[in-house]
């Protein structure tokens, strides 16, 4: 028999307008009957608990719980009774007993009981193998089986999205978020105890799914987090890779392993579940042979004076490259400067940082282009356009503002 946590019970409220010709008959029977809620007794879920009637759902996550009980229905005594349970899965095939050591005897009308517990970790079809083996009075060796046959169900359906995105621009590494797409597929509510992403040793993680309100943290999907069924729900996360992966390497490249998400719920009575995702892979953004970044730059510009600009510029190839800088002027921005310069050998993950000058001869949202790297081994020409946007001003506006 499986074990399974009891339900409410819930009844049908039989009641009529007391104009009918039971009258106020079915009213006072409801009142009287102590399954129903008092002061409420036309809803139908009730105060009182009624013990499982069939065997129920088993959901990926959950712990199985079946009880076992070997009852010795003949008028002998049995010996050497060895009670086995295993549980086959599309895979594997576990042994679920709690004692391997058989028992010396079980006289007539007497029983051996066994509790097994699993952890659900496969979906499809499972089966419960009991298995009995015993020795009658003659010397007779005897055994049995019985096959218990269910299915396990998928909870939750979840699915990553991931968003590359460009730091701040003091910083070296660059910021990656993470969004988990959680919907409860299952029939009932869902209380979500815990949705947490387990980072692996490049990354670390902050979690974005929660405000801060006089001082407390407080989720953003309010105090009680249920998740109705066919409901879905988004959680935010933001990765960094650390100081020592982002440095040693310049950039991340290729296939990276973010981490895994571990999901905590509960059902009915408190029936608890869990979930861990395998490894959530993903694509880091190529950058070519040449990576240039920005590290700073003002927001606010005034218009024909000129401002500074720092950028770095690192090498993502497997050579060493003898790289120079050619700036080319565009309608609105000018660099001060003089273009054609060498910048010398850079090494395959080294960097170097450039500070620049421009001015802007148009107001308005002016975006910053005209870069042009070349390499002189392999006569390459990198060009950079539109690498960022600054607000320029009249500086009489400023002044005033």
Not at 45 to 71: D, K
Not at 261 to 266: R, T
Not at 285 to 292: H, N, S, T
Request: aromatic share 8%.
């Amino acid at each position: 028999m499986r074990l399974t946590k009891p339900t409410l019970f819930t009844n049908v409220p039989v009641t009529c307008e007391e104009r009918d010709l039971p009258g106020d008959l079915f009213n006072q029977l409801m009142k009287e009957d102590p399954s129903t809620v008092k002061g409420a007794e036309t809803l139908m879920l009730g105060e009182m608990l009624t013990l499982p009637q069939n065997f129920g759902n088993i959901f990926l996550g959950e712990t199985f719980s079946s009880y076992i009980s070997v009852h010795n229905d003949s008028n002998q005594v049995v010996k050497d009774i060895l009670v086995k349970a295993d549980l086959q899965t599309s895979s594997q095939r576990l042994n679920l007993s709690a004692s391997s050591a058989a028992v010396a005897e079980l006289k007539p009308d007497c029983c051996i009981d066994d509790v097994i517990h699993h952890e659900v970790k496969e979906i499809g079809t499972h089966i419960l193998v009991c298995a009995v083996s015993y020795t009658t009075q003659a010397g007779e060796k005897m055994y049995f089986r019985k096959f218990f046959k269910f299915q396990v169900l998928k909870p939750l359906d979840v699915k990553t999205k991931f968003y590359n995105a460009e730091s701040d621009l003091s910083s070296v590494t660059d910021e990656v978020f993470l969004e988990a797409q959680i919907q409860n597929i299952t029939t009932s509510p869902m209380f979500m105890e815990k949705v947490s992403l387990e980072p692996s040793i490049m990354y670390n993680v902050a979690e974005l799914n929660t405000v801060n309100k006089a001082g407390e943290s407080m989720s953003t999907f309010g105090s009680r987090t249920y998740l109705q069924p066919m409901d879905t729900r988004q959680y935010l996360y933001c990765l960094k890779p650390k100081q020592e992966f982002a440095e040693k390497a310049g950039v991340i490249k290729g296939v990276t392993v973010i981490g895994k998400l571990d999901i905590v719920w509960k059902t009915n009575l408190g029936e608890r579940g869990r979930l861990q995702t395998s490894q959530l892979q993903r694509m880091a953004p190529g950058y070519g042979d040449v990576r240039l970044s920005l590290e700073t730059i003002p927001d606010t510009v005034n218009l024909e004076e000129p401002f500074d600009i720092t950028c770095k510029i690192t090498n993502c190839s497997e050579r060493t490259m003898d790289l120079i800088l050619e700036m080319c002027n565009t309608n609105s921005i000018h660099w001060c400067g003089v273009s054609g310069r060498q910048l010398g050998k850079l090494h395959p993950s080294s960097s170097l940082h450039l500070a620049l000058t421009l001015l802007s001869s148009v107001q308005g949202l002016q975006s910053v282009s005209g870069l042009r790297l070349t390499d002189t081994f392999l006569k390459r020409t990198y060009e950079y356009d539109d690498i960022a946007q600054v607000c320029v001003v009249s500086s009489e506006v400023k002044e005033e503002s």
